[in-house]
């Protein structure tokens, strides 16, 4: 019985990693948001230039290919003369490090709750629920605006903030894959056997819905890195002189019309990493939901 039990979730995993590697946009995005990765890893030593240094001289100088452009400087400069493929590059760390952090906290913290929530139920369910109801009802990013001016600016605080607010969505959903799980014959095979109420939860009911979590957390990704690029921009995030995508955008705004790289191109960015995590997280789903690979 607990052979089959552990091999169950064991085959549903090699079949979903299967379908996955089928999906060839699925794997190219995922190609993509490793590349972002590998950036994030390297940045001191990817980067041609200081990200902080600024040169007057430089000052909104053109990317390589346009005139006046320099091949030092391949994706030109910013208002103060700072390397900006440079800034992208450590704008990358910043971004995906803050979606990560936030995203294992939230993750961790709201499948705990959803588990208990889910299996428990009675008077602990209720307040979580109600908990989960509360904090829905805030606009996401209305909820760190408000946080964040009151706490401050800053690195700390941002993942602060976002872990605060983004805990419910992992809870909601394993909470629901839970009450789903609890009427199961395995778990019920399992209290048949005396197991303890942490054996149930942490060996029997999570590896059973840990690829729909995984799922979660990768889409939930995306949305994070938009929060943070969003707070940097209004000057609530990462401050200056640090590099971030939301920041660049913010310095580069008033210039749209004569060096259009400056906000354009953190721009791009975002845009790139946020599809990425997109469709590859898509292509997870459709790969490890077996309703969806019939």
């Not at 910043?94 to 961790?108: D, E, N």
Request: charged share 15%.
């Amino acid at each position: 019985m607990s052979a089959l039990a552990a091999a169950a979730p064991e085959t549903r995993f090699a079949a979903g990693l299967h379908a996955l590697r089928a999906n060839r946009a699925a794997m190219l995005s995922l190609l993509i948001v490793a590349g972002f990765a590998v950036l994030a890893l390297l940045a001191p030593w990817i980067a041609p230039h200081d990200p902080t240094e600024g040169d007057l001289l430089r000052r909104l100088q053109p990317p390589a290919w346009m005139e006046g452009g320099e091949a030092a400087y391949p994706l030109g400069c910013d208002a103060l003369g700072r390397d900006i493929l440079s800034r992208l590059i450590h704008g990358t760390r910043v971004s995906m490090s803050i979606g990560v952090a936030v995203v294992l906290a939230a993750t961790a913290i709201g499948a705990l709750l959803g588990l208990l929530a889910g299996y428990l139920r009675g008077g602990f369910d209720v307040a979580i629920s109600r908990v989960v109801d509360v904090l829905l009802g805030f606009p996401y990013l209305i909820f760190a605006i408000g946080l964040m001016a009151v706490m401050g600016p800053g690195l700390a605080n941002i993942v602060l903030v976002l872990v605060i607010k983004e805990w419910v969505m992992p809870c909601r959903v394993v909470r629901a894959e839970t009450l789903a799980a609890r009427e199961m014959d395995y778990v019920e095979a399992a209290r048949a056997l005396g197991e303890t109420t942490a054996h149930i939860l942490f060996r029997e009911i999570l590896p059973n819905i840990l690829s729909t979590l995984l799922v979660v957390a990768t889409f939930r990704m995306a949305a994070i890195i938009i929060i943070e690029a969003s707070l940097s921009f209004l000057g609530l995030g990462v401050q200056p002189p640090a590099a971030s995508w939301g920041s660049m955008i913010a310095d580069g705004r008033q210039f749209m019309l004569d060096a259009w790289w400056v906000s354009t191109l953190p721009g791009l960015a975002i845009l790139a990493l946020v599809l990425a995590i997109n469709i590859a997280s898509q292509g997870m789903r459709d790969a490890f939901d077996p309703g969806l690979r019939a």
